[in-house]
């Protein structure tokens, strides 16, 4: 089979449209960002551009309008700025959603919202975790990372949904491509900053073993493992509101001292 090298197999549909899948519901008034092949319509809000921002990449059936103005709200009574990533066709963005295509959106948003990495608190939920622990990877200086619902192997998931009996990709080269792009134990090793890792014992999705491992690499000395005793991968906020609320602020003002 003639592969292109530019691309990878992980942007294939026989992987990437078994982990993503856009959404219609959108935002008023987005705020715009290029991704050089796709605009993206995120949200941003400013309470004082001096203070943190809060990064955030929502999960795969999701799309940023669930999250405004409610959780905006939020972080704002936390005194932080926000900025909500939209993901590739979810929403009103353009282009088409595909895992390694995207890894490089979070870092043209806080690039457009000139938010600098010292300033920026990354927050990735579920298939969020992979492009907040990228950005991290990619900008080390970020001052915190939240990591709830996340991925520790990307390889685990894919295997379990993706169909490759409709390519001629084998087992073998979906594990070394997502080694190539998703090697969170290399990436989270190298991040030093603050880390909070969030999950319920009861996740369905995603194993809890996935957080003890993100939580076991990450190289920073300021890491926190909260295991929530109920709710599943979708009811884990509601169902654990004060302790997440809780948690996300604490977090948020250890940075502010």
């Not at 990228?134 to 970020?142: F, V």
Request: hydrophobic letters at 35%; glycine letters at 8%.
């Amino acid at each position: 089979m003639n592969k292109d090298p530019t691309r990878s197999i992980l942007d294939h549909v026989a992987v990437s449209g078994h982990y993503l899948f856009p959404q219609s519901r959108f935002v008023k008034d987005p705020f715009m960002v290029d991704a050089g092949d796709a605009e993206l319509a995120c949200y941003r809000r400013i309470i004082d551009l001096n203070n943190f921002t809060l990064v955030h990449f929502h999960g795969n059936g999701e799309t940023v309008s669930d999250y405004v103005p409610d959780m905006a709200d939020l972080f704002e009574e936390f005194g932080l700025n926000s900025l909500f990533v939209e993901y590739r066709d979810y929403g009103a963005s353009t282009g088409e959603s595909k895992l390694v295509a995207m890894l490089g959106d979070g870092e043209a948003a806080i690039n457009e919202a000139g938010v600098t990495p010292e300033k920026a608190i990354v927050f990735g939920r579920s298939i969020g975790s992979l492009y907040a622990i990228e950005l991290a990877h990619r900008q080390p200086k970020i001052a915190g990372l939240i990591l709830e619902s996340g991925i520790a192997d990307p390889y685990e998931r894919f295997l379990v949904n993706a169909d490759l009996s409709s390519t001629n990709f084998s087992d073998d080269e979906l594990r070394v491509e997502t080694k190539k792009h998703f090697n969170h134990k290399k990436k989270l090793a190298e991040y030093k900053n603050p880390l909070l890792v969030m999950h319920t014992e009861n996740d369905g999705l995603i194993d809890i073993s996935h957080a003890e491992r993100n939580y076991r690499w990450g190289g920073s000395r300021q890491k926190q493992l909260l295991r929530f005793p109920v709710g599943n991968h979708n009811t884990i906020f509601g169902r654990n509101m004060k302790q997440y609320v809780d948690a996300i602020g604490s977090f948020a003002r250890s940075l502010q001292r």
